[in-house]
C-alpha cells in the first residue's frame, strides 16, 4: 500500500470507506426472514486514484432460531437452506467476523467508517443491520443509515438499473446461471461501482477543481441521534 493511499481514499468519500455487499434471504422482511447467504468485498486504490476489488469475504449463514422461510424466495434464489452442504455457519458467527474483516480495511484505508454499496442498497443494508441487530454486535463499522445504491449510479451512468444489464453495458461479463449467489453478485456488483467511480474521475469529474469541500470534517464513530 503506498504511503498517500490511506489519505487520498479518506478524502474521496467523506472519510467513509465504501464496502460492497450482497445478502441472499428466506423473504422480503428483514425482521422475520432468515438471512441465508451473505458476502462482502472490500477496494483498494491505486497511486492515481482508481479504484480496484481488494478481497471478498463470504459465508453461507445457518437461519436464526425462529426465523420465517417463505417458499417462494428460496424457489427464487435456488438455496436449500437445511442442506448440510451448503456448511452454513451460525449468523453470529458470520457477523461477528465481517465487522471484524471490514472494521480491519477500514482502518487500513485511513478511513472512519465503512458505507454499505449495493445494487437496491435499501433491502441488503436493511438485511444486515437486523443481522448485526440479533446478534448483538456494539461495535460496527457500518454506516446505519448511509449507503452508496449503485442501481441509482448505473441508472445515471449507464442507463440502466438492472444488475445483469448495468454490468453488460459497462463490459462487465455476467452470467445469468450464478446469479442470486451472493459471492457472485458482490464481486459483479463491486466492479461495476469501481467502474462508474473510475469513469467519473477519467471524465474529470474528480477530484474536484474547487478543494474548500475537502476540510470537511469526518464523520464520528458514533452516529446514535444522528
Not at 428483514?30 to 482508481?50: F, H, R, S
Not at 476540510?215 to 444522528?226: A, C, D, K
Request: proline share 5%.
Amino acid at each position: 500500500m503506498a504511503d498517500t493511499e490511506p489519505t487520498r481514499f479518506a478524502q474521496r468519500f467523506r472519510g467513509f470507506f465504501p464496502v460492497v455487499i450482497d445478502v441472499e434471504t428466506a423473504g422480503f422482511n428483514k425482521n422475520t426472514d432468515a438471512l441465508l447467504e451473505i458476502a462482502v468485498t472490500t477496494l483498494k486504490m491505486d497511486e492515481q486514484g482508481y479504484l480496484h476489488l481488494d478481497q471478498t469475504q463470504h459465508f453461507h449463514v445457518d437461519p436464526f432460531e425462529g426465523a420465517n422461510i417463505e417458499q417462494s424466495a428460496i424457489e427464487f434464489n435456488g438455496i436449500d437452506p437445511f442442506s448440510p452442504l451448503r456448511g452454513a455457519v451460525d449468523e453470529s458467527e458470520a457477523m461477528k467476523s465481517i465487522c471484524k474483516f471490514v472494521r480491519k480495511a477500514q482502518k487500513d484505508a485511513g478511513c472512519q467508517r465503512s458505507v454499505v454499496v449495493a445494487h437496491n442498497a435499501a433491502f441488503d443494508h436493511g438485511f444486515l443491520n437486523a443481522a448485526i441487530e440479533r446478534c448483538k454486535i456494539k461495535r460496527t463499522p457500518f454506516h446505519p443509515f448511509v449507503s452508496f445504491d449503485t442501481t441509482s449510479l448505473a441508472g445515471l451512468a449507464l442507463g440502466q438499473t438492472v444488475l445483469a444489464k448495468a454490468c453488460r453495458t459497462a463490459g462487465i461479463e455476467f452470467d445469468n446461471a450464478q446469479a442470486h449467489s451472493a459471492l457472485y453478485d458482490t464481486e459483479r456488483t463491486a466492479e461495476l461501482f469501481c467502474f462508474i467511480v473510475n469513469k467519473w474521475q477519467s471524465l474529470g469529474g474528480w477530484p474536484l477543481a474547487s478543494t474548500e469541500t475537502s476540510e470537511e470534517p469526518t464523520p464520528p464513530e458514533n452516529t446514535e441521534g444522528v
